[in-house]
């Protein structure tokens, strides 16, 4: 009887951690951080959940005659945002699961 009430407790921890999760990342794709290169040339602002939703772009950086210049700046901009974006993921997903991999649960909990 006593393993049938942990395991109900057990459930209900793991649902709980499940909510939690879904919360969080639903707090994650409204959430936005900016990622930018050259100085601040280049702007990528993308969300926590990991969609880019805008770049902005200092005219004084476009130059017809380097375009690659400025593909280098617009590509290191977004891997930055993109980075920017999972590091909020680990901190806040790492809040809501206190810090356990949760890698091995093979997509139960999300």
């Not at 805008?54 to 005219?59: D, E, M, V």
Request: no cysteine; proline share 2%; net charge negative.
């Amino acid at each position: 009887m006593a393993n049938q009430k942990q395991m109900n407790q057990m459930m209900m921890q793991v649902q709980k951690m499940q909510r939690d999760m879904e919360a969080a990342q639903a707090a994650l794709a409204e959430e936005t951080v900016d990622g930018t290169a050259g100085g601040g040339m280049v702007t990528v602002t993308a969300t926590g959940a990991g969609a880019v939703v805008g770049i902005t772009i200092n005219p004084a950086v476009v130059d017809p005659e380097d375009v690659e210049t400025l593909e280098d700046l617009v590509l290191a901009a977004i891997t930055n945002a993109l980075k920017a974006g999972q590091d909020l993921q680990a901190q806040r997903l790492g809040a809501v699961t206190g810090g356990m991999d949760l890698g091995g649960l093979g997509g139960l909990l999300g």
